[in-house]
Nanobody
């Protein structure tokens, strides 16, 4: 069973920076995209898509993080640099990988890493 492991979360003051990393337990080969999602704590909070990098390296971002977050791949790891952090960026950040298996899209999720932005 493939495992995705996130790291790099922590506590930071507003305006600060963090870099998250995601690594798979085995070589996944070609993927459709690696995504970052986040989920704020509290009842009814849905998981929100944050950013993605396609298998050919094209990044895309949610409007709420555009210009502040940068997603990139370094060999087998995907990183997301987060700067100018705001309190609303607080949440658990999850790595997600989507790839094709035959004619189906399969996906893998990590366990998440906590990001806290507060003064």
């Amino acid at each position: 069973q493939v495992q995705l492991v996130e790291s790099g979360g922590g506590s930071v003051q507003p305006g600060g920076s963090l870099t998250l990393s995601c690594v798979a337990s085995e070589n996944l080969g070609s993927v459709i995209a690696t995504n970052w999602y986040r989920q704020a704590t509290g009842n009814g909070k849905e998981r929100e898509w944050v950013a993605a990098i396609s298998g050919v390296g094209h990044p895309t971002y949610a409007e709420s993080v555009k210009g502040r977050f940068t997603i990139f791949r370094d060999r087998d790891e995907v990183h997301m640099e987060m700067s100018s952090l705001k309190s609303e960026d607080t949440g658990v950040y999850f790595c997600n990988v989507k790839k094709l298996r035959g004619y189906s899209v399969i996906e893998f999720w990590g366990q998440g890493t906590q990001v806290n932005v507060s003064s």
